[in-house]
Each structure stands twice: as structure tokens, then as C-alpha cells.
């Protein structure tokens, strides 16, 4: 039994002794909630298991931790998204929901160390920049670009890597997406709110994902942020 990954039901449970009725990237919070009885008894009898719920129903030291955490989390007002992580970065520590196949790991590492996650994790960001990218950010391409390279329609098959962010505006939601994929060696990306094609400088995605962690960094020479 793996303590940091939390079934549908744990976080159900969670989320009900915090009071919270949204967690962002949890979007099963309220089907759950359709069958609070059964849904908390499954919940609270793993939480148990995993002494974070004494058989008093009680919160231990480490559910104690582990609400603080996730209360945190629910009161962010940005959230950062790379694939299937839902991060909450800050100067000293990022705070990342991840979807995983046994349901919802919660953890609290340094913004440099998730870093090293991904990289690992996603053979997008740890591909090498080619030459070519030192000259350029992002570049939107044209229709004529399109038909050449067969992406009129903008659609692909090579492993897309999807990164993001949501911060509330005056106005309502601001939300920045972007997917990316690599073709003949040259990183594309699809903006989907804007439903154009880039051609983009792997410089501009590791910047955005350095820039957006809080990751201390120094740029290769000849390279602007």
C-alpha cells in the first residue's frame, strides 16, 4: 500500500474534513460525492490503514500534515499543469497532485527536483535544442507551412507532451495551454485556445517550465529569456 497515492474515496474523506467541495485536477469530487455514505466508509477504513485516520476517526499527526498540504493546495489561486501533474509551485517547494494508475499521489518536493522528475519522465523535455532554436522562441507558422509539413489540421501522432496554467482574472479564467510534438527533429506546438501552430525553440519550453517551477537558472550563451 503506497501512503502518498490516495484513492477517489481517501480524497473524498480528505476533502470533506477540510470542508472543500472543488480540488482542481480531481474533477471526480462530485460523482464520489453521489454515494457519500458508501464512498466515506471505503475512505476512511484505508485512511485508517494508512494511519492517517485513527479508529476514532481522528486525524493523526501525519493526517494532520498531510490536510495542511492539501489545504494549501486548495487555496491556490494558480495552478501549473505538465501532462498529469497539478502543481502549486513556490519559491522553496512545489506541491503536485499527480494522476497516477492507483488514483492520486499528493507530494511536496523542490521545484528543482520536479524538474528532474519530468525530465526523466518525458522524452520532450529532456530532448537536446538543435542549433537552429539558438535564433528563435516561437514562431506561428502559415498556411503554406502547414500543407508542407502535412499539420493543416493539427493533427499528429508523435508522443505530445501538454503544459499549462490557470490564474483567475477580473474578467474570469485565464488559461494558457500549449501541446507539444516533435517532427523531423524540429519541436512544434499547438495552442489550442488559439488553434495555431509554432514552430518552438526547445529554450522556450524549458524556460517556461523553469520560469513557471522557480527554478534558479543561468541561459546558455547567445540566449535570451
Not at 454515494?35 to 493523526?60: D, F, H, M, P, Y
Request: glycine share 6%; net charge negative; with cysteine.
Amino acid at each position: 500500500m503506497k501512503k502518498d497515492v490516495f484513492s477517489a474515496q481517501e480524497v473524498y474523506v480528505l476533502m470533506d474534513i477540510l470542508g472543500g467541495t472543488e480540488l482542481f485536477g480531481f474533477p471526480e469530487l462530485y460523482l464520489v460525492g453521489l454515494t457519500a455514505l458508501e464512498s466515506s466508509e471505503v475512505g476512511v477504513e484505508r485512511l485508517q490503514k494508512k494511519q492517517i485516520v485513527t479508529k476514532e476517526n481522528q486525524l493523526t499527526s501525519i493526517g494532520m500534515t498531510l490536510l495542511k498540504i492539501l489545504e494549501r493546495y486548495c487555496e491556490s489561486e494558480t495552478y501549473v499543469m505538465v501532462e498529469n501533474h497539478f502543481l502549486v509551485p513556490d519559491e522553496k517547494e512545489t506541491i503536485c497532485l499527480e494522476k497516477v494508475q492507483e488514483g492520486y499521489r499528493l507530494s511536496v518536493l523542490p521545484g528543482k527536483a520536479l524538474l528532474e522528475k519530468l525530465y526523466h519522465e518525458y522524452e520532450l523535455v529532456r530532448r537536446e535544442a538543435t542549433e537552429e532554436e539558438l535564433t528563435f522562441k516561437k514562431q506561428r507558422l502559415r498556411r503554406s507551412e502547414l500543407r508542407q509539413l502535412g499539420l493543416e489540421e493539427a493533427e499528429f501522432q508523435v508522443a505530445p507532451l501538454s503544459i499549462g496554467k490557470v490564474s483567475p482574472t477580473e474578467s474570469g479564467i485565464s488559461k494558457e495551454e500549449w501541446v507539444f510534438f516533435e517532427l523531423e527533429n524540429q519541436l512544434y506546438a499547438v495552442s489550442p485556445s488559439e488553434e495555431y501552430v509554432y514552430k518552438m525553440s526547445h529554450y522556450w519550453l524549458t524556460h517556461w517550465l523553469v520560469e513557471e517551477l522557480k527554478v534558479p537558472y543561468e541561459l546558455p550563451e547567445g540566449v535570451t529569456a
